[in-house]
Every structure is written in structure tokens, then in C-alpha cells.
């Protein structure tokens, strides 16, 4: 019979977590030399989910063009259209979290995060944010042949029009489609919503003249005025904007109270290595911080709007909750 060592046991129990550790920090050591090493690939991937020519792609290509030289690795646009921003979204929160999928975020996702009940992913748990952009008005804009030029002559059109008149909006639960219902119950006028995938074809229809009015982003909305294809009738935020500093807010003068803004920032799925994401917001900041990107923003109406990462995230759960109240208040549910 083999005689058993008494402290055979406790060798062979030694190496078996022995072994148990050293598989653990093999696994473990491809995503921290990740980290160390990012980015050590390309391309790196910042999806915009909208199509070409919408505010969000507007800034984002001036941005990722920036991003290259200071990452000194080639960063694309890739545009993710449809479902008000959350076809992208989808996209970025089921990436591979290894820092070179990222996603132009802005507060239609904190809105869809709340109103649109067909999700496959919880925005809140599966996107994390990586840095703060900025932030601007949405500015109210019809299209040229309505006979209408003040916030109160707006009014005045839309209850003499009733649920003939119709606006658009980027896609069902999107900013421009919550602001917009929330507008009508502030100043008690109707309009029949119409749905996008995008601001890009919806702003197509408003010059041709298939939608009457529209509550747009800067970007977008000021490149359209600049060149009369549109007409400005007000602004959406709590005071008037440097861009268009002769617009009143549709606060001062028809709907009391009523103030509301986009911001945009760049997210990444929940797991990407921290010091992938603390690398990326500082590359974003020092982008940001550029004359001509500061001009870029001036141009486009946004104001930048500085954060810690920390900071960004602790904002964008905020605006979830803050825009899941407006959304029970006015009855906006998705299926």
C-alpha cells in the first residue's frame, strides 16, 4: 500500500491555487496591457447615430479629425441612424469594451433611456460617460412660406391651424419630439408629430415644405437660417444665445417657465478599462481646448461645457431621471 505523506495534502492544495492564480492573471493581463498600451490599434471607431449632415455629425467630424493627431491613431465617424439615436446606441453598449468603439452621445439617449419601452439594452448600466462636449438650444424654425415671424404670431397660427399643423422631429421620443409636445401643452396649441430617422431628412422636409415647423438643434438649425432656407422664430433655452442674439426664448414671450437645451458627450460600453476612458477624456479636453475647435463651436452655436469624467457621469444618469419626469407628465411612451 503507498504510504501518504502527511503534508502531501497541503502541497498539492498549495499548486492547485497556485495554478488558479496564474490562470487568473493570464486572463487578466491582455486587457491590462490594453489599457497601458491604447490606443495601440486602428481605427477607432466614434459612432454618430444619426445619419450624415445632422447636428451630431456636424460635430463630430472636426472632433475625430483632432482625435487622430493627438491619439496618433486614425479615429472615424461611422454613422448608426434610426430609432432617435438609439439604433447607435445599441450599437456602441453590445461593443466589444476594449476602448475603440465609442459613441457621440447627446440627451435624445438620456430621453430614449426613459420613453422608448423596446430596448434591448439599459442605456443607464451599459454606456458609461467618457466626456462632457457642450451644450445649445434647440432654435425654432419654420419652414419659409408660413406667415408667421414672432413666437406669438407662431401661436396664433398653430391654434388657428389645430391638429392641421404638423412639425418634425429626428424620430419619436428624440428631444425635438418631447420638447415639442411639452411646448404645446405650455403655450395650448396642437400639431401632428412627424417621425424621422434623423434631423437630416427631416430638415429635407421642412425646406420642401412637407412639415411646417421643427424644433431643432444649433448645429443644424443655424448652418439653415445662415443661408434663408429657414426662418428662426425663437429659441428653446432660459436666455437668449450669442448665436442668434436678436431670437427671443420662447420663455420671455409665449410659454413661461419653458426652457430647455441639448448637450452632447462622448460614451463607451460599460467595461471599457479606466484608464482607456480617463485617457480619452483627457484627448477629448485637450481637442476641445484648440483656437480653431473653439472657434468651430462658437460657429456652430455650442457652448462647451467642461466636466470631470466622473462629473459627465453623475450629469448624464441626472438627465435620465430628469427627462423620464417629463416624459410621465406628458404621456410619451414608446412600444
Known sequence: MNQVRP??????????????????????APRAAQASDWPAKQPIRLVVPAPPGGSLDILSRPLATKLSGILGQTVIVENRGGAGGMVGADFVAKATPDGYT????????????????????????????VASIGTTPNVVIVNNALPVRTPAELVAWMKQKGDRANYATGGPGTLQHLSMEWFKSAAGVGAMAVHYRGSAPAMSDLLGGQVDLMFETMPLALAQT????????????????????????????????????SWYGVMAPQGTPQPVLDRMHDAIAQALALQDMEQTWQAAGVEQQPMSR??????????????????TEHGIRIE
Open 310 to 327: 466622473p462629473q459627465f457621469q453623475a450629469f448624464w444618469l441626472g438627465e435620465i431621471q430628469r427627462w423620464g419626469k417629463v416624459a
Open 7 to 28: 503534508n502531501a495534502g497541503r502541497r498539492r492544495l498549495a499548486a492547485a491555487s497556485l495554478l488558479a492564480c496564474t490562470s487568473l492573471l493570464a486572463a487578466l
Open 102 to 129: 465609442f459613441l457621440m452621445g447627446a440627451v435624445h439617449h438620456a430621453i430614449g433611456a426613459t420613453v422608448n419601452h423596446n430596448l434591448v439594452f439599459d442605456p443607464a448600466k451599459d454606456l458609461v460617460g
Open 226 to 261: 445662415r443661408a434663408n432656407s429657414v426662418r428662426a422664430i425663437a429659441v428653446t433655452s432660459a436666455r437668449r444665445t450669442a448665436a442668434l442674439p436678436d431670437l427671443p426664448t420662447l420663455g420671455e414671450t409665449v410659454a413661461p417657465g419653458f426652457a430647455v437645451s
